[in-house]
Antibody
């Protein structure tokens, strides 16, 4: 059974950065893409980008290009999402999610982390 | 990017009734790469349907998906108390993958 365990809640100042981790267990980490999806309070889901650990290259939604960096450490089966130049609108729950299909194929998300609340406030 | 519009925004039904949720795409969704998720308060989304009509592992058969092209439907044949939640559709055939704004299924 795959489990994705994320790091704890964060409170950040506007203009700063945040780095959220997502540790996978119970599956083959490198072969499946990990994506990051965020959800602002009371709002819907928004895909930010993803990475296939075995390839190491990430792709990002245009909205977040230049502000988000997604990386993966195969040795610890952990994915990371760093978001910079934070503003109040970035206050949200950030989820990591594992692709259901193997690397390179379009895929839904079959496992999700528990979510990490990032609050941006002065 | 493909915009997904879900309707209705809120659906009020009673346990035992049938629920029909709609998801319309602004462009054709390639190869029916359309998924449905259920989300309860304070929880992560749960995958229900992928490929427009395939049930994910462990999902009861009262959940079914249909559609192709730009029009997709999630049907819950007989509502159980635990089915009242928010439902999202997602297209993953075109980048960026996108989600609908959600349909809230509430107890009448």
């Amino acid at each position: 059974q795959v489990q994705l365990v994320q790091s704890g809640p964060e409170v950040k100042k506007p203009g700063s950065s945040v780095k959220v981790s997502c540790k996978a267990s119970g599956g083959t980490f490198s072969s499946y893409a990990i994506s990051w999806v965020r959800q602002a309070p009371g709002q819907g889901l928004e895909w930010m980008g993803g990475i296939i650990p075995i390839f190491g290259t990430a792709n990002y939604a245009q909205k977040f290009q230049g502000r988000v960096t997604i990386t993966a450490d195969k040795s610890t089966s952990t994915a990371y999402m760093e978001l910079s130049s934070l503003r109040s609108e970035d206050t949200a729950v950030y989820y990591c999610a594992k692709a259901a299909a193997a690397a390179g194929k379009p895929s839904s998300f079959d496992y999700w982390g528990q979510g990490t609340l990032v609050t941006v406030s002065s | 990017e493909i915009v997904l519009t879900q309707s209705p925004g809120t659906l009020s039904l009673s346990p035992g009734e049938r629920a029909t949720l709609s998801c319309r795409a602004s462009q054709s969704v390639s190869s029916s790469y359309l998924a449905w998720y259920q989300q309860k308060p304070g929880q992560a989304p749960r995958l229900l349907i992928y490929g427009a009509s395939s049930r994910a592992s462990g999902i009861p058969d009262r959940f079914s998906g249909s559609g192709s092209g730009t029009d997709f439907t999630l049907t819950i044949s007989r509502l159980e108390p635990e089915d009242f939640a928010v439902y999202y559709c997602q297209q993953y055939g075109s980048s960026p993958q996108t989600f609908g704004q959600g349909t809230k299924l509430e107890i009448k």
